[in-house]
């Protein structure tokens, strides 16, 4: 009945840290016994010793320190590639007599070892949470050890088969579900934090609001990523009427519309793996069968990159951003949304600029702003700009406030999301095609002109988030 | 509520044929657009497209006949192995310069690109289903076409990833279980068959019987394997009074010894990916854990090859053999097993012979019998030898009745499958070996050599059945 | 896991027995010993130890011969009614001072000691399952022993406060469902026999059939009443092709109807308690939300007293059956159904009379045809008459092939049944009024006058029948 | 998915209030029309019409205002006793004279009409819910409105049926439940108050901590009563420890003890319906059934009446309390229980004094205290009394600080409840007799005689709280 494991030991250390308090000393593996370990874990033959040697590795490991960590992976990147001779060999084996015999024996000289190596660590009990939560661990040392790289990419291209979409699971998410999960959900909320359990509530234990997450069957109550969903009768401006612990709640079969308000990953170690676009869709999908009023399926998401790139354009020679505009910039007080005189230019001159924004900066001939890319890639289409949709202090810092709506129109998912990747082409409401188009490039006039001119986003922090979302990882996305 | 999928389709299709005939006229897709079908499942850049893609395929492979899918496998063996001049100059660059970036470049380039297909028709629902399906077709396509061999190579790899140990779910197989899981448990007996309902019952719904199997999330209700158990008070002798259904049932708090009876593999699709080892031991640790009083756990098993053997050793000119026993052998009459004096000297006989036929006759280093070969490669040891164990026609002239135990004793398990991995020692029984050590290797008298002595065992059945057994596929095993 | 009760085992010993013969010696118990254990029941003070001996009488109950259950009831009967000197004191109180206090004074002393007995039984594991099958062989009894008649009647009250509708639950009954509850659905199938489980499944497993059944928290899983279900196209008018093994199933999103075929009570101890209605009702209800084409709601049901009627109708002086119908009746041939021009003459004759059977030959103002009686009191309306809707041996025999459909518009259902159980009023389609008014009474000609004129149906056997319908019994109903 | 229901409503009303405010604005119901809606629940003859006029009245009822609700109850009491013209001709005809028919026909006109009004409100879903939730409005009017009792007689006696033994499910409660339980967990919690979750996690999320409740099918998520248990390695003297959130769990195979620390009734409209004693000892062969090394199942138990029942003695003439300890209690500051002299006064004076108090201070022969009443009745014994067992200000307070330990020995407990129940013999430990004993009754010095003496407990708040607990209510038990 009460299921234990190696792992959920590993992650519950955690846990009942919080509660208790430290309770296991960690015994020390040396580094000698570690590499030793490492290199069991290949040699053994019989299938089950193999587990066990899985199992004692995962023991030593959870009771390592950080450097012993970095020890196992700096390890398994420098001595479990491909084995250099007998590469080369078949190498020049395929070249001397290419046949199907000699590309197979290629293909699994050119194997790295560590892949058998995690693939007998994936079939311990727990294992799989295991190597993700390594992934985790892997991933924050990168900046600092790059060649640590080849073992994410193999750890990568394992999860990829590991979590196919044929592995999801989605399941509705209420005040029927487990605390176990709803712990969880409180905690991974990126986007909207939820701040405790009323919130929590608030959200899912009411008749117009859903929240669905996809699960895995070897990561048990751990979800992979989870949306939220407003039922409502029109297509929403603003957040906080959404988020508001004093409204109406509605009829759900009254509601026209699904909004998805907020979307969080919940794996770091899934980074890279890209569940949002099958989440979305099912989601609708599955909405659209339960209440067949509704007609229409809307995120109302952030624009994350707005703010930063403004500041950035208003800074150029020639720009999108005219002289009034930068002059507002400039004078725009702390509590500027209240002040109405200027609330009233900001919504003249945002609007369009964040239509702009979105529609025409690119990098790679893609969108710059990671929720953009991210819903635009998904087949969505660019619907509402709205001014004034989050007036949080982190929504004016990072938008102006400014929020949009991508809809999703079921039918036009496919051609839409087609027409984005083959062609880079955008799905655009035509009011927002029009709003883009009343900005003019025009050059700016000398006085304005600052000491500096940034770079276009080089390895900002803005940069950085879109790289996260495009790849799936936890990110503030909707 | 009501599930369907492409591949439920696919698989119901048998399903409703058997209860209301053909319904569905197949619609005929040209070897064109099927090469075309199959191309396409690469070229398309964007996610979903690809998902729609992979189900058009399944549909339209469900819908060809025989010719038509040997014409995919065909394809996909010919034509969507790793590109050649990619993976040349990938090899060429690789020993040029090696480092981890061209090693890189030459794994990938080694993929055959059909793995590629295989992934992403395993994302589509119903996906792994079809996948499985689709290797036991190939599988018996294997002995005229040869060429599809790199296919096969190509999917068990897969699956072994697919279908790790950390997905299976053990569940008790008991009369609370669905009919839908049921029905496939009469239908995949392979041991000792199960007649009808009432049969099944006997062995599933009685205090003193268990069944326990091996599911995975993605086949749904379709069982992997599964093992049969019964509950008694000593080591068994003979298969007849455990199947008998005029026995009376005991108290399983007072057995002290569980019974594996029966292990049958269900999915011809899996074969080579081994899955009892694990089901034994995790049965058995279950087993002692609910009831404490169990000391014993050792199966009932077949000795498949012994007839076979014994005849050709009795034709060898030095032979284990002795000429009393040939003459026995010739005189046995059909009901001989009924006959008092004969039985007496067969038991004597046969004996012996067992026990030397399972520790002394193998092929590699390893026993020769197949099941024998199963259970002490899974760190069982030979535990007793038992004349007249199976008495049905089938026992009689497959073994000339003879059964054995192997016992699995959990502390030793691990040892004895190391010894036997690696050195091919057997863990035996004294009384066992003493058994086998009565049996004298002598020449025979000249009178009684055979016209033509046959190879030893070449690709006989008998062998052919070794090699799917020690792979994992359906089979008769315990 | 493997629960365990008093009750299972004593219900299990017949299970058991079909599969392995008598395994337990009853232990008696005498005479004496059974009056001081049922006193026992009473005496003691203690909760807990009431719940000892409560099991320990069931047990002793299950071990009883035939005669010694007899002598259970007899006793129950005779000495734990009221207690006649408490009840005479409490009445005059209450009659010397009528007031709230002697009111519930007279209440308590009123009511029979057995209630308080069949309470502590219930408390027991297992205990209202040995209570509903206790009174399943009560009720056998009640002919030859009226005297029993008051421990029926305190067992009927309690069952009726017991499984009152607010704890039924409704469960959809399929492949997926467990044996041990698939196997009780082919044991009750009343209407139309479930030969086996192929034909089970042609019931259960396709996509345009369904099945029903009420369940109750106390009774696992022994349903209480289930109902058959086939989706059609139109309004069926015979029984064969809804059964037929040979037939093409239906995309259930196509289909506008759904008819209830078959409706069977399956504890004869809960006879006189009623589910059928609700049960009709609540799957009406959810079919309708699950397909929203449908928009008929019908049964096909038998007609089981017509034969009998007609033939005690046709031997009156004066009658509804013409001389013309008269003779066709005395020249029916064994075989007639596919005699054409019989069958032609019969298909006029038969059809009015039908309806003029249903609507207007009545028992104390309701239909004497207990299905009639059970679906109009329902709510339902009679819809269509059809000649040759059964055609078995046994629909010949009782109903000359005659079926008919019932039909539940649920937003007229409440008002039908008003109507009916106020007024006696019955709803009927305009063309089966028209069917019944060309029925004529008429003085038959004197020739053809029977010897003997039967009452009108009195003491009959169909009489019987009718009456445990509408009270609910196990039945046939549909 | 989502069900709804009249009651549902009903109950989430408050629910939703402390969410989102006021919602719903109630529809008034004259006093006419409600007596007229009361009256109608009892003259359908139809079933399901009956259904629909149920939930009419229960819709009526929850927009009901204080004065609407008495009205109803009053309406109740007043109008729908037994008809008194009936009951009088039925009392007189059994007299007149008394027979098997005569009998039932007075049982059937003694029972008051609302009990079958309440039968028909039971069918409704929800409608027990609803039931239980005016039983407990009804049960506050009982002091202003004593002609109310009737009514509450009657459903409690209902409940006693409905809610008995057999219905109630046991489920362990933990992390893994619903968060719609654990809510109620942490609202129902009455002897050691639960401040939030993570309080609760800290009881139900590690290892040597379990909480089981009660749940009835037709309550859903509302448990009726539950337990919490700590696994321990001694039976402990104080509950700082057990609640302590700075504490090392330790592993529940290690425990030989399981503590009963807390026991909360939930539902006062189940007062006097009791279940504490089934609960425990349901737990209690559970643990000991999973956890082998389980030798003492005790709790650790509040003596809720001992300060106020000391100070009363102590202000007798002859008086158990001697001078020494009368001074001692005046003299005793705030914080006494850190002042060590006087700490080691009280602890000499109190054990004894405690052990005096439960075990000869009784009222009705049973014990005065009602924890000691609830437990000792349901078989325990007393085994040791604690100083400083609770040094909260409650604890202080109500008992001295003092705490004790009743014992369930399982084997005892049957012999114990019966020895308790028939002679008012309490089972207690040795040790706890000899404590007992050194207590003496003597006349105290007149210098210290009080103006006033309260009558022994007349009335009393404890009086009320021991009242509460042996009828079962929701209570502060263990």
Same sequence: chains 1, 2, 3, 4.
């Avoid at 989601?283 to 995120?299: H, Y």
Wanted: glycine share 6%.
């Amino acid at each position: 009945m009460r299921q234990t494991s190696v792992i959920n030991d590993l992650l519950s250390t955690i846990t009942d840290t919080r509660i208790f308090g430290e309770r296991r000393k960690p015994r020390r593996t040396s580094r000698a016994d570690l590499a030793q370990l490492i290199e069991s874990l290949l040699t053994g033959r019989g299938e089950s010793s193999s587990l066990e040697r899985a199992a004692e590795f995962l023991r030593a490991y959870r009771d390592l320190d950080s450097a012993g960590r970095t020890f196992v992976f700096r390890t398994l990147a420098a001595d479990y590639g491909p084995e250099p001779e007998r590469l080369a060999a078949a190498a020049q084996a395929y070249l001397d007599k290419p046949s199907g015999t000699t590309a197979k024996d290629l293909q699994r000289a050119a194997e790295p070892r560590r892949v058998e190596i995690f693939r007998r660590l994936n079939q311990v009990t727990g294992g799989t949470q295991a190597l993700v939560a390594m992934r985790c661990e892997l991933v924050e040392r990168l900046g600092n050890h790059p060649d640590l790289a080849p073992v994410d990419d193999d750890l990568k291209r394992l999860f990829a088969a590991w979590f196919n979409r044929g592995f999801l699971m989605l399941r509705e998410i209420n005040w029927q579900t487990s605390a176990a999960i709803l712990e969880k959900i409180i905690r991974y909320e990126a986007v909207h934090a939820i701040t405790d359990w009323n919130e929590l509530r608030r959200r899912i234990d009411v008749p117009d609001r859903r929240l669905f997450g996809f699960f895995h069957p070897r990561l048990g109550d751990e979800p992979l990523i989870f949306v939220e969903v407003a039922l409502t009768t029109d297509i929403p401006r603003a957040i906080g009427p959404i988020l508001s612990g004093n409204r109406e709640p509605i009829d759900p079969q009254t509601a026209t519309t699904a909004v998805f308000y907020s979307i969080s990953n919940c794996q770091d170690g899934l980074r890279g793996i890209s569940f949002g676009s099958f989440l979305i869709k099912q989601v609708a999908t599955d909405l659209a069968s339960e209440l067949p009023n509704l007609k229409n399926f809307v995120t109302l998401s952030p624009v994350p990159g707005f703010a930063k790139w403004l500041k950035e354009e208003a800074a150029r020679p020639t720009s999108a951003v005219d002289d009034t505009t930068r002059g507002l910039l400039e004078e725009l007080a702390d509590n500027w949304i209240n002040n109405t005189a200027q609330a009233k230019s900001a919504e003249a001159a945002f609007g369009p600029l964040t239509a702009h924004y979105l529609l025409e900066v690119k990098d790679n001939n893609r969108p710059r702003d990671p929720v953009a890319r991210f819903h635009l890639g998904n087949g969505a289409r660019l619907e509402q700009i709205n001014f004034g949709g989050d007036v949080s202090p982190r929504g004016i810092a990072s938008a102006h406030g400014m929020m949009v709506n991508y809809r999703y129109v079921l039918s036009e998912v496919e051609k839409n999301h087609e027409a984005f990747v083959n062609e880079g082409k955008i799905a655009v409401a035509p009011a927002v095609t029009r709003l883009a188009r009343s900005v003019k490039i025009a050059e700016r006039t000398p006085s304005s002109a600052p000491a500096q001119l940034p770079p276009p986003s080089a390895t900002s922090n803005e940069k950085k988030e879109h790289k996260s979302v495009t790849e799936g990882t936890r990110a503030t996305t909707a």
